[in-house]
């Protein structure tokens, strides 16, 4: 079981920038992968970025160029550095883990875990 707590939320200026923090605990049966996602209110939940076990990153198209999403393995921690701020981007920030080594993670259900969200909030 893998419990994880998202961090770092807040409200912010359009424009300026903000690093969420995901914290592991827990183990898992094969090596894990980490994404973020965010849910607007009244929007579907979608995806943000993710880094592979492998190191491998990948991002939402509107956020490519201002997000990145890095990880300290030993500290068991997953960071969203989020930059250019814009109010469109407001929403619940949620991390989740990954055990599926090869799937394509940018769909919610490639998860097995999740956090609680933090909120971000962007105003013009």
């Known amino acids: 079981q893998v419990q994880l707590v998202e961090s770092g939320g807040g409200v912010v200026q359009a424009g300026d920038s903000l690093k969420l923090s995901c914290g592991a605990s827990?183990?898992?049966?094969?090596?894990?992968?980490v994404g973020w996602f965010r849910q607007a209110p009244g929007k579907e939940r979608e995806f943000v970025a993710s880094i592979r076990w492998t190191g491998a990153t990948d991002y939402a198209p509107p956020v490519k160029g201002r997000f990145v999403i890095s990880r300290e393995n030993a500290k068991n921690l997953t960071y969203l550095q989020m930059n250019s701020l814009k109010p469109e981007v407001t929403a619940v920030y949620y991390c989740?883990?990954?055990?599926?080594?090869?799937?394509?993670?940018?769909?919610?259900?490639?998860?097995?875990?999740w956090g609680q969200g933090t909120q971000v909030t962007v105003s013009s």
């Open positions: 827990g183990r898992t049966d094969s090596p894990p992968s």
């Open positions: 989740a883990v990954s055990v599926l080594m090869w799937d394509t993670l940018r769909v919610s259900p490639k998860y097995a875990y």
